[in-house]
């Protein structure tokens, strides 16, 4: 409750609404940080390629290479193996954390539609219509969570 407890919200929200919106804004954050993990990652497998295949092209222009030659020099330079190595390690992790990122957006979209879903029951009278406003409008400014629509 920690990012929550900064906001003065009403007597209106109970103890329900405050734990579903503090567990929205984890899920949003965690899947921020995925997000961010697979864009770096994603990165380096660009800069990754782009050095192998400038020092590549450089390397197998200067004399011509065919079929088992081929190998040999890729084997025989080993800056261009150790790009190959890392390369393959990026792409790993950049689809590792694409499928976290894909579950964790699962995850958070099914609360926040749940929590959408069940709204009526969590706030019922006009002055917390009136409250919900208030909590919508702060957890889409703040925190960049829509609670207004599916």
Known sequence: MGEL???????????????MLEELITRKHKLEKLEKAKTWWSLLV?????????????HFMKGSTYGANFLSILFENQLLLLLIVVLAIGLSQVRY????????????????EEFIDRSSELWDGDEDWTNRQNVFTMMEKEFEINLFYK
């Open 46 to 58: 660009m800069f990754c390629l782009a050095v192998f295949l400038f020092f590549g092209y450089e």
């Open 97 to 112: 954390f694409e499928k976290k990122a894909k579950k964790a957006e699962k995850e958070f979209d099914a609360l926040r």
């Open 5 to 19: 407890k900064k906001w003065k919200l009403n007597e209106s929200v109970t103890g329900v609404i405050e734990v």
